[in-house]
């Protein structure tokens, strides 16, 4: 089993920043990706960004030039650096690692206000 466990939610004023981390833990064979998701309050969730072994990544739209993915592999874990929040970015912020299969974490709550 594969454990993954967020990190570093919280709340911030528009165009604050904040930095979440994710580490995978347990029988890990090896992880092929490591990604970020959302969720906000009525809203289905939507993929962020994700970033694969070799350290080649993508996002979504919405956060182009505004996150940043990057991963320790030694560590097994993904970071999403979070600049310029702003408030439709407030939801819950999902990590999920593939190996041979997907496991997720519990989320951690992003909130951007005035």
């Known amino acids: 089993q594969v454990q993954v466990v967020e990190s570093g939610g919280g709340s911030v004023h528009i165009g604050g920043s904040l930095r979440l981390s994710c580490a995978a833990s347990?029988?890990?064979?090896?992880?092929?990706?490591m990604g970020w998701y959302r969720q906000a309050p009525g809203k289905q969730r939507e993929w962020v960004a994700q970033?694969?072994?070799?350290?080649?990544?993508n996002y979504a739209d919405s956060v182009k030039g505004r996150f940043i993915i990057s991963r320790d592999n030694a560590k097994n874990t993904v970071y999403l650096q979070m600049n310029s929040l702003k408030p439709e970015d407030t939801a819950v912020y999902y990590c999920?690692?593939?190996?041979?299969?997907?496991?997720w974490g519990q989320g951690t709550q992003v909130t951007v206000s005035s």
């Open positions: 970033i694969v072994y070799s350290g080649a990544s």
């Open positions: 999920r690692v593939t190996t041979r299969a997907d496991y």
């Open positions: 347990g029988n890990i064979f090896s992880i092929v990706a």
